[in-house]
């Protein structure tokens, strides 16, 4: 079973920053915090990934709470492309193993 | 490197057919994951590789489905006489070899449809 939770469905309006939390509150110790999205019949594409230390690439931020039982994803300036299925997933060495995510709507 | 790449993309079958899927992962990717969504959910794990063996395999996997990695490099994916509830989308991906901080890569996917 998934061990996250995470909102069913976000709106978010275009330009503004897209903040998607995900809680995790039974992570262990050395389980890192993924990202993944899903654009509509496509496969899920790599966001972002960290362990305990706020991270950020091109794509997007990671805030992983300081005792990590949450996480927020930051997407700066959201656009029409970023709608999408987020999953957040919590990964030891094994299988990814994805819940059901949370529908981005962006807005016009 | 082109990322994984999966096929066919779409396959048609009638009930009781057996169908085979390929995935290619990128190389030197030693771990190679099977999945399947159906419409409206997440990804579900069906099983995965490490180079050649199969490491585990979920209970979704029932005695209809088969799946191989002979040489540790492509997959294939195997469903014997198909029924309706297969229909789904079958992804592949695949990771490095390295301890939990490594993110997997996803194809594109192969959609079955059982009519």
């Known amino acids: 079973d998934a061990k996250t939770t995470q909102p069913p469905s976000m709106d978010c309006a275009e330009g503004r920053a897209a903040n998607l939390p995900c809680n995790h509150s039974t992570i262990s110790g050395n389980e890192y915090v993924y990202w993944y999205r899903q654009i509509h019949s496509q496969g899920p594409q790599y966001i972002i990934h960290?362990?305990?230390n706020n991270e950020t690439n091109e794509m997007a931020s990671l805030i992983i709470t300081e005792d990590r039982k949450s996480s927020t994803l930051i997407l700066p300036h959201a656009t029409l492309r970023d709608t999408a299925v987020y999953y957040c997933i919590v990964r030891l060495d094994d299988k990814i193993i994805f819940g059901k995510g949370t529908r981005l709507h962006i807005l016009p | 490197d082109t990322g994984v790449s999966q096929d066919p993309r779409h396959k048609i079958t009638k009930r009781g057919q057996n169908v085979t899927f390929r995935c290619d992962p990128i190389s030197e990717h030693n771990r190679l994951y099977w999945y399947r969504q159906t419409l409206g959910q997440g990804p579900e794990f069906l099983t995965y590789?490490?180079?050649?063996?199969?490491?585990?395999k979920s209970r979704l996997l029932s005695d209809r489905f088969s799946a191989e990695r002979p040489k540790g490099s492509f997959s294939t994916l195997e469903i014997q006489r198909t029924e309706q509830g297969d229909s789904a989308m079958y992804l592949c991906?695949?990771?490095?070899?390295?301890?939990?901080?490594?993110?997997?890569?996803f194809g594109q996917g192969t959609r079955l449809t059982v009519v």
């Open positions: 991906a695949s990771s490095p070899p390295r301890w939990g901080n490594t993110e997997a890569f």
């Open positions: 590789f490490q180079n050649e063996a199969q490491l585990e």
């Open positions: 960290g362990l305990k």
